[in-house]
RNA sequence: GCGUACGUGGUAGAGCGGCAAAUACACCAGACUGUAAAUCUGGCGCCUUCGGGCUUCGCAGGUUCGAGUCCUGCCGUGCGCA
C-alpha cells in the first residue's frame, strides 16, 4: 500500500514507461490511464453507461464547480459523489486550484488563498486549501488533490517561485486538514514551471509529505511540447518509483505518449469531450471536423475499425447533419467516439509495454504524432 | 381600370444624399490540453502583389460634386375601391 486507502501495483517498465494497477476503495483502474473529466457532477453528455463502455476506469469531478453549485454539503446529502454521479468506480476531484489560474481575471491570490467573483452570481467566495479539503472531504472523492497554483507557462521565473512557494505550503496545509486519509488519498502537485531548480525543489519537498501520490502540474498551460517533455524528463525520475504519477490536464494523444514516456501514469484531459461537442472526432488519420461541407454525405464511420457505439451505429453525414441541425445527439455521439479513441490508445499503450514494444509503439503509431495542428489525411486527392 | 404601399447581398431585414451597404439567420473555414466552452474566432459581391482595385440595392432615364436613398417612366408584388 502506498497509503491507507490506495495501492499501486507496478508490474512492469519498459524504458521509464510503467505498467500499473491502482485500487482504490471503489475499485481499481489500470495505468497507464486516462480520466475523462466531469467538471460540474457529469462529463457532459455521456452517460455512466457510455462512460464504462468506453474502457474508462475512473473520471475526475472539480471542487471549485461543485462547491459553488449544487454546494459540497448537497452532494453529501444526496450520498456521495459517487452516487452523484452515478459512477461506483474511482473518482478523482481536482482541488480548484487549476481555477486560480484559469479564472485569473477575477481572483486575487493571497498567500492564505483565493479570492474568487463566483461565476453563477457573482458573490466573492475565498478558497483555501482547508476549504478544498473540506470540500473535498464531503465530496468523497477516492482521490483528492492539494490546493495548488498553476500558473501560466510563460509567467516568468520570480512568478513561477513564488506560485510554487505557496503551492507547498498550501500543500502542507491540505495534508494537516485532510481529515479522511483512512478512505481519501491525497496527491501533491510538482509546480514550478520550465525550471528544473524549482521543478526539483518542489518534488523533494512534496516527497517529504510522503503523500500516496504525486502529479505534475503546470504543463500544457503555453509552454509548448519540448518545454513540456523537458520538464518530465527532469521531474519524474526524482518521484518516489511506488507511487503513481499523474500529469494533470494532458492532452492530445501526442503529449499523453510523451508522458507515458517520461513515466507517468495518471492522464485527464477535457479535450475528447470538449472537442466531441464541438464537432471534432478524432481518428488515427488525424482530426476530422464533421461540420465540413466534405463529410455530408459521407458513409463511414467516424473512424474506420473503431468498436465504439457511434462508429458501429452513425455514418459521418448523419453526424455532421445533428450538428448542423443542433441536435443533441451530434455532441453525445462524438464525445462517446472520442472518450473511447482515447482509452483505445491507453489499451494499446499498456499492451505495448507488456510485450517491452513501447519504443516500437511511439515510433509506427500514428496516434503518437496527434498533436494541435494535426489535419486528416488527404486520401486519393 | 383607378388609388395606394413596396421592390436591398443565399434568406429575413436595416439603411437623415457620401457604404460594399446595420443586424440576424444560413453557408464556409479555424480554435479548443487539471471545462465559466453543445463555446469562441474568422470569412461570406468580384479581383488583389493585401496597399488597394472593380461592379452592385427591379429596369431605364433624370437632378446632384456625389443616388440604395430625390424626380419621371416602365416592369413586378401586396392592399383598397370598382
Known amino acids: 500500500m502506498t497509503g491507507p486507502a490506495l495501492q499501486f501495483d507496478l508490474f512492469r517498465q519498459d524504458g521509464q514507461a510503467r505498467l500499473g494497477r491502482v485500487t482504490t476503495r471503489h475499485g481499481a483502474f489500470d495505468t497507464p490511464a486516462f480520466m475523462p473529466v466531469g467538471t460540474q457532477g457529469t462529463i457532459k453528455g455521456m452517460l455512466p453507461d457510455h462512460i464504462a463502455a468506453t474502457g474508462s ?8 464547480h461543485l462547491m459553488l453549485r449544487p454546494g459540497e454539503q448537497t452532494v453529501a446529502a444526496l450520498g456521495d459523489l459517487h452516487r452523484f454521479m452515478a459512477w461506483p468506480g474511482p473518482i478523482l476531484t481536482d482541488s480548484g486550484g487549476f481555477q ?15 479570492t474568487f467573483k463566483s461565476h453563477i452570481d457573482g458573490a466573492t467566495v475565498h478558497l483555501t486549501p482547508e476549504r478544498s479539503m473540506a470540500v473535498q472531504n464531503a465530496l468523497g472523492a477516492d482521490i483528492i488533490m492539494a490546493f495548488d497554483e498553476c500558473p501560466p507557462g510563460t509567467a516568468p521565473i520570480e512568478y513561477q517561485q513564488k506560485a510554487l512557494e505557496r503551492t507547498l505550503r498550501w500543500a502542507k496545509v491540505s495534508v494537516d486538514s485532510h481529515a479522511r486519509s483512512n478512505d481519501q488519498s491525497l496527491f501533491g502537485i510538482v509546480q514550478g514551471g520550465t525550471s528544473e531548480k524549482l521543478r526539483a525543489f518542489c518534488a523533494e519537498e512534496l516527497i517529504k509529505l510522503d503523500l500516496p501520490g504525486y502529479a505534475v502540474g503546470g504543463l500544457a498551460v ?6 513540456m517533455k523537458a520538464v518530465l524528463s527532469f521531474t519524474t525520475p526524482i518521484l518516489p518509483v511506488g507511487k503513481p504519477r499523474y500529469l494533470m ?3 492530445f494523444p501526442r503529449d499523453i505518449v510523451a508522458g507515458v514516456a517520461r513515466g507517468i501514469d495518471m492522464f485527464d484531459c477535457v479535450m475528447p469531450t470538449r472537442n466531441g461537442r464541438n464537432a471534432y472526432a478524432f481518428t488515427a488519420n488525424g482530426a476530422i471536423r464533421l461540420r465540413n461541407a466534405q463529410y455530408s454525405r459521407d458513409t463511414g464511420p467516424l473512424e474506420d475499425g473503431c468498436d465504439c457505439y457511434s462508429c458501429r451505429t452513425f455514418t459521418r453525414g448523419a453526424i455532421r447533419h445533428f450538428f448542423s441541425a443542433d441536435e443533441m445527439l451530434g ?21 505495448a509495454i507488456a ?20 489535419r486528416t489525411k488527404v486520401v486519393n486527392g
Do not use: K, W
Open 57 to 64: 476506469q475512473i473520471i475526475l469531478g472539480n471542487t471549485y
Open 331 to 351: 455532441p453525445i455521439l462524438v464525445s462517446v467516439h472520442n472518450v473511447r479513441f482515447y482509452q483505445r490508445l491507453m489499451t494499446d499503450i499498456r499492451q
Open 222 to 227: 503555453g509552454e509548448g511540447f519540448e518545454a
Open 100 to 114: 486560480v489560474f484559469s479564472l485569473a481575471d477575477i481572483n486575487r491570490i493571497g498567500d492564505d488563498g483565493v
Open 355 to 374: 510485450e517491452n514494444q513501447f519504443d516500437e509503439f511511439q515510433r509506427t503509431d500514428p496516434r503518437c504524432g496527434l498533436g494541435p495542428t494535426e
Open 249 to 251: 490536464g494532458v492532452g
